[in-house]
T-cell receptor
Framework: AQKITQTQPGMFVQEKEAVTLDCTYDTSDPSYGLFWYKQPSSGEMIFLIY????DQQNATEGRYSLNFQKARKSANLVISASQLGDSAMYFCAMSPQNAGNNRKLIWGLGTSLAVNP | DAMVIQNPRYQVTQFGKPVTLSCSQTLNHNVMYWYQQKSSQAPKLLFH???????NEADTPDNFQSRRPNTSFCFLDIRSPGLGDAAMYLC????????????FGPGTRLTVT
């Protein structure tokens, strides 16, 4: 069965420091995509970063990078130089890549990040 | 700016009174999704449209219906809201070119009294 596990319900980080949010996944699909979304208290779900299972390099988007370790089935999100505005819920999700009409994202339970000034 | 728009942002309805939530997009994406998200939980997919092709999740209650009259608009109808239907409802879209990348609207927070 496909599953996303986020083991950290809550995390604290000091402003300007880096933080790693953990995500492990389970799938038997040979081809899949991994995502991170940010959800502030306002409720909007914001796409952060995407990693394809066959991508050779780890994905990066500005201050966000995805530490993809395929053999360990982990896709941790690293946020560098944390800002107060990074305080939010962070969700890891997965989708099969060659899914045709199957567009369902498998979601983790989320990690609540608080950035301290 | 291209975006996903949801109206209203906050909706209050009475127990059993039908309610419709709306979603529109200017991204010209062919896939549109409706999610339900309850407090401190991950979003739960209710259904999605791939063009006009409707795909219902097996565990979506019959109380929830959807309409997609054209590419830009999609509606979520709750025929007889119960107290347990109070939640955030998120609309999302994705394209053929990047089918795994979903863009979300700001959500509609539904309260049932």
């Amino acid at each position: 069965a496909q599953k996303i596990t986020q083991t950290q319900p809550g995390m604290f980080v000091q402003e300007k420091e880096a933080v790693t949010l953990d995500c492990t996944y389970d799938t038997s699909d040979p081809s899949y995509g991994l995502f991170w979304y940010k959800q502030p208290s306002s409720g909007e779900m914001i796409f952060l970063i995407y990693q394809g299972s066959y991508d050779q390099q780890n994905a990066t988007e500005g201050r966000y990078s995805l530490n993809f370790q395929k053999a360990r089935k982990s896709a941790n999100l690293v946020i560098s130089a944390s800002q107060l505005g990074d305080s939010a819920m962070y969700f890891c999700a997965m989708s099969p890549q060659n899914a045709g009409n199957n567009r369902k994202l498998i979601w983790g339970l989320g990690t609540s990040l608080a950035v301290n000034p | 700016d291209a975006m996903v728009i949801q109206n209203p942002r906050y909706q209050v309805t009475q127990f059993g009174k039908p309610v419709t939530l709306s979603c529109s997009q200017t991204l010209n994406h062919n896939v549109m999704y409706w999610y339900q998200q309850k407090s401190s939980q991950a979003p739960k997919l209710l259904f999605h449209y791939y063009d006009k092709d409707f795909n219902n999740e097996a565990d979506t209650p019959d109380n929830f219906q959807s309409r997609r009259p054209n590419t830009s608009f999609c509606f979520l109808d709750i025929r007889s809201p119960g107290l347990g239907d109070a939640a955030m409802y998120l609309c999302a879209t994705s394209s053929r070119q990047a089918p795994y990348e979903q863009y979300f609207g700001p959500g509609t927070r539904l309260t049932v009294t």
